[in-house]
């Protein structure tokens, strides 16, 4: 495999005289987790389609695990995982049934299954729960068992869809473990998500897509920098030092209710130490300082227009 797991230059899809991905280039490294963002109708799913062979693109090229997917499909299927947004598991088969299953499907020897059953059973923290009906499982464990059966062709890049909707904080942060777990262990991981927090976890590359085109790409850091309102807070105990403080800092916006003073600052050493210093040139000093930066959703909303509820497939 070359360095890129995941090539994509100028793709392009329309239905009829709708454009639905306008010219979008992306480039995933092996071994990273890619995160592509953006609301409903911006091209999020046609996009996975086409880099997981479901759809053929209108143009551009389009290259996964160094095999074109338009004349190497085959090929790209052997080497990609699939998890959909609902997990895929016959609830009349236990979990350990499922995995057989698969692994059955794969033609692969009988010994060599048998095993690889037990080792993802155990990896997946499913082993006491084996042989009970996949009906009976949580949300959570039923996510686990779909990503175990997607692990049976061990597959090198794997497309996550919405991996963790529906599953509370602490299931959340379980899948979370295991798909670090995952490209630790060298796997590609392509996700897309509705909770801006998990790209912001998990992702070391976010590229937000927009009525078809690519608005943003970058490190979750580099994009929250590019967007404006990092400040520090500043909470004092009186009026009079939050009169003093506001005439120090005119560029400041002010709350006298709650006695607090939001000062415009790129957040660095640098500048912490000047604005302390000017601080306690003046004889001031603030009950309490705190440092705030834009999230991602702050990111989504200044790109799309849109507010994160809608970053949804």
């Given at each position: 495999m070359t360095d890129s797991a995941i090539a994509v230059s100028g793709l392009r899809k329309a239905y009829g005289d709708k454009v639905v991905l306008d010219g979008i280039d992306l480039d995933v490294p092996a071994g990273s987790i890619f995160s592509l963002l953006g609301p409903n109708?911006?091209?999020?799913?046609?996009?996975?389609?086409?880099?997981?062979?479901?759809?053929?693109?209108?143009?551009?090229?389009?290259?996964?695990?160094?095999?074109?997917?338009?004349?190497?499909?085959?090929?790209?299927?052997?080497?990609?995982?699939v998890t959909g947004q609902f997990a895929a598991v016959d609830e009349l088969l236990?979990?350990?049934?499922?995995?057989?299953?698969?692994?059955d499907l794969s033609r692969m020897p009988a010994r060599d299954?048998?095993?690889?059953?037990?080792?993802?059973?155990?990896?997946?923290?499913?082993?006491?729960?084996?042989?009970?009906?996949?009906?009976?499982?949580?949300?959570?464990?039923?996510?686990?068992?779909?990503?175990?059966?997607?692990?049976?062709?061990?597959?090198?890049?794997?497309?996550l869809d919405e991996p963790t909707t529906g599953l509370d904080p602490r299931s959340r942060r379980t899948m979370w473990s295991i798909i670090r777990d995952l490209v630790a262990d060298g796997v590609t991981v392509?996700?897309?998500?509705?909770?801006?927090?998990?790209?912001?976890?998990?992702?070391?590359?976010?590229?937000?897509?927009d009525q078809g085109r690519l608005v943003a790409e970058g490190t979750p850091d580099e994009l929250k920098r590019?967007?404006?309102?990092?400040?520090?807070?500043?909470?004092?105990?009186?009026?009079?030092?939050?009169?003093?403080?506001?005439?120090?800092?005119?560029?400041?916006?002010?709350?006298?209710?709650?006695?607090?003073?939001?000062?415009p600052s790129d957040?660095?050493?640098?500048?912490?130490?000047?604005?302390?210093?000017?601080?306690?040139?003046?004889?001031?000093?603030?009950?309490?300082l705190s440092v705030h930066t834009p999230d991602l959703d702050d990111v989504f909303l200044a790109l799309t227009g849109r507010a994160s509820e809608v970053a949804a497939k």
């Open positions: 109708g911006a091209g999020k799913t046609t996009t996975v389609n086409v880099l997981t062979t479901l759809l053929r693109a209108d143009g551009g090229t389009v290259r996964v695990a160094g095999h074109d997917v338009a004349t190497e499909a085959r090929a790209v299927r052997a080497a990609i995982g236990t979990g350990q049934e499922n995995l057989q299953l698969m692994a299954g048998k095993r690889l059953v037990a080792d993802l059973l155990e990896r997946f923290d499913l082993v006491e729960s084996a042989t009970k009906p996949a009906s009976t499982y949580s949300g959570g464990m039923r996510r686990k068992l779909d990503l175990a059966m997607t692990l049976v062709g061990n597959p090198r890049i794997i497309f392509f996700l897309t998500t509705q909770y801006l927090e998990e790209a912001d976890q998990l992702a070391d590359r976010v590229a937000v897509l590019r967007i404006p309102g990092t400040h520090v807070r500043l909470r004092f105990t009186s009026v009079a030092e939050l009169d003093t403080a506001a005439r120090l800092f005119a560029d400041g916006t002010r709350d006298d209710d709650t006695l607090t003073l939001r000062v957040t660095g050493t640098a500048s912490l130490r000047a604005l302390l210093d000017r601080l306690d040139a003046h004889s001031l000093q603030a009950e309490e």
